[in-house]
């Protein structure tokens, strides 16, 4: 079956949630839930890393891999808080910056 390519029209309202996980207690999930609800209560279709959860034999290749892929869905890049001390987070604001995709940055409280 043939995948449909996403024109940047459809991924207007399409958002990437980013940010640090390794050595956050439960890999930071809490905050990238807490954000992907607020954008889908906002009307957002959100992809959310952190749905996916931690896998039993994945690798953080296997992760980004599979990470990239939903980014590439998407017409904007939620950063949270820390993002720069991550390298998957790094390679998402990279590729997000490179392709044209809205930045959006946390505010620290």
């Not at 459809?10 to 905050?31: K, L």
């Not at 290749?61 to 869905?73: A, Q, V």
Request: with cysteine; net charge negative.
């Amino acid at each position: 079956m043939k995948q449909k390519v996403l024109l940047k029209q459809d991924r207007e309202n399409r958002i990437y949630i980013a940010g640090p996980m390794t050595g956050y207690p439960n890999y930071n999930f809490e905050a990238f839930n807490r954000i992907a609800l607020d954008y889908f209560n906002s009307g957002w279709d959100v992809e959310n890393p952190a749905e996916h959860g931690v896998i039993d034999g994945a690798t953080w290749e296997d992760y980004m891999m599979f990470d990239l892929t939903r980014l590439g869905l998407c017409g904007s890049i939620y950063m949270l808080d820390g993002w720069r001390e991550s390298k998957g987070a790094c390679i998402e604001h990279a590729l997000a910056i490179t392709f044209g995709l809205e930045v959006i940055y946390q505010v620290e409280d």
